[in-house]
């Protein structure tokens, strides 16, 4: 049970520090990665953030749910070889009902103020990743792996 807390530990660490990952989608023409801000939910289930209808990403997940995030904390240095960490995420997204958006959209806008405006208009699409895996590198080549229980 310790290495799951630690590797429970690191991933909030790195979440908590990182407001951006990398989102990967898949369309009719391949992969496709974009920026997102997120924001995770405490128990690490979910994955949250918000783009606008019309845009590639949002296509591609109303035409497949399954997707891929990067979270890294890297400072593009040599000694990012050694120190840091980046965690893939896979998982589907869905859009949060409205039922349950009030307190995801709360804990998105604490870590997100900035973005108020964004989320608010009708032409966003707020998402939450249903987690299945998180894929944590450290060290350059320590892989530690934490499977989310549906």
Same mark, same amino acid.
């Given at each position: ?5 630690? *590797?429970?530990?690191? %991933?909030?660490?790195? *979440?908590?520090?990182?407001? +951006?990952?990398? %989102? #990967?989608?898949?369309? &009719?023409?391949?992969?496709? @990665?974009?920026? =997102? ?18 845009? /590639? !990403?949002?296509?591609? %997940?109303?035409?497949? @749910?399954? $997707? ?14 050694? &120190? ?16 349950? /958006?009030?307190? +995801? +959209?709360?804990?998105? %806008?604490? /870590?997100?103020?900035?973005? /108020? &405006?964004? $989320?608010?208009?009708?032409?966003? #699409?707020?998402? !939450? ?6 894929? =944590? ?11 989310? !229980?549906?």
């Amino acid at each position: 049970m310790a290495h799951t807390d630690t *590797l429970e530990q690191t %991933l909030r660490e790195l *979440l908590a520090a990182q407001p +951006l990952a990398v %989102l #990967a989608t898949h369309g &009719d023409e391949g992969p496709y @990665a974009s920026l =997102v801000a997120v924001a995770a939910t405490d128990d690490l289930r979910h994955l949250l953030f918000a783009t606008t209808r019309a845009t /590639r !990403k949002f296509a591609n %997940l109303q035409a497949d @749910a399954r $997707v891929a995030l990067l979270v890294d904390n890297r400072s593009n240095q040599a000694a990012d070889f050694r &120190d840091a960490v980046a965690a893939t995420v896979r998982g589907r997204a869905e859009e949060v009902q409205e039922a349950e /958006r009030g307190p +995801l +959209l709360a804990l998105y %806008l604490a /870590r997100h103020p900035h973005l /108020r &405006d964004f $989320v608010a208009a009708p032409t966003c #699409a707020f998402l !939450k990743v249903h987690v299945a895996s998180y894929f =944590v590198v450290t060290r350059f080549q320590e892989v530690m792996e934490l499977h989310i !229980k549906p």
